[in-house]
């Protein structure tokens, strides 16, 4: 069988790079279509793997400076020529979903989320600070682009959602019905040691950008005059430094074993965004530490309130310095934590997603065969 795997665009490194990172563990032979792609800013795992790009790679710093391009990333995913595959599997929070295959292809759409800065379009413009300029064009791109993203979703032929959260929005969205199967989290990276005792600060790990919130993690503890710890970069790095308090460090961008040693020490993990699932709260519960979570999204599918971590139930920052303010690390069972996180595991979610195919497959009426690494 001959299987073409699809992602939105590979310029950043996060959740969703990760799952087309999965996707290729199952079928190694797989080449990967994306609009755009930068090896240096994503996992070298990605320079080991058969990467075509659309014609979008040759536009000048379009891999620095994505955004200004938005309107041709329709154009780019459906100019890929995805001619002569049995199976196409997109990563998609945007645009792969909207790749054209053949009648006799079946396409399998792992969502990560309908397009946020579209369907979610007043919270988009709120905190991304946008100018006048940008603010009075916007609005007539996004109408198209809502459409434009409709009408793609009828193009997939089963949908997979990474939380139950986002399985709502595209039932609401796209008026469709998905599966759910959390994305992968690679426990053996994490190694957890019960004993370890845990440092005085608390930790976020996130590329800095609005919708993230470090904001309100930034506010809570200069309030508390707690230390907060912060690795990695972004757009939003100078806005945050200047509400940052002295108890704030940031630490930049880090090397996996820097970053796990601060998961390994900290008190808790601080997640203040609305993520559609969320892959670092489960790393830092890999690592047996609890985490504080907006109680909204995806973060409802992998934490476990008052088991694994704790919930604030408002987007405020009132609310998130009431629960930092009684938080006590010592109710957590680390090695409860851990198992929890296991549940989430690459291997499981291989076989997950294998299951899904096959069972589609032959429901087709296509017989399977399946070339996939061993897990």
Known sequence: MKVALVHDYLNQMGGAERVALAFHEIFPEAPLYTSIYDP??????????????????????????HQPYLPLYPFAMENLDLRGYDLVLSSSSA???GV???????????CHTPMRWCWNYQEYVEREHLGKVARGVLPFLITGLRVWDQTSAQRVDH????????????????????????????????????????????LAVSRLIPYKRLDMA??????LQLPLVIIGGGRDEERLKRL???????????SDEEVIYYFQHCRAFLF???????????E??????????????????????????????????????????????????????????LEFDNSRFNRRILQFIEAKMQEGKVAPVLSANKY
């Open 100 to 110: 054209i295959t053949r009648p006799e292809t079946m396409h399998i759409c792992y």
């Open 272 to 282: 203040p965004g609305e993520e559609d699932f969320g892959i670092t709260p489960l």
């Open 284 to 341: 830092a519960q890999a690592c047996g530490r609890p985490v504080i979570a907006y109680g909204a999204g995806g973060a409802l599918a992998s934490i476990i309130d008052g088991v694994t971590g704790v919930f604030f139930q408002e987007q405020t920052v009132e609310s998130l310095v009431s629960v930092l303010a009684t938080f006590d690390e010592r109710r957590f069972d680390p090695q409860v934590i851990h198992n929890h996180a």
């Open 159 to 202: 949908f997979i959602a990474n939380s139950p959260a986002i399985a709502e929005r595209i039932r609401k969205y796209y008026r469709r019905e998905a599966a759910y199967i959390p994305p992968p989290v690679d426990t053996k990276r994490f190694p957890f040691e019960p004993d370890m005792l845990p440092g005085d600060y608390f």
């Open 218 to 223: 930034i506010e809570a503890c200069n309030r």
């Open 95 to 97: 645009f792969a979903k």
């Open 244 to 254: 940052a308090g002295p108890t704030i460090r940031f630490m930049g961008r880090l």
């Open 40 to 65: 240096k800013r994503v996992d070298p795992a990605f320079q080991k793997m058969d990467i075509r790009t659309s014609f979008m790679q040759k536009l000048p710093l379009v891999t620095k400076h």
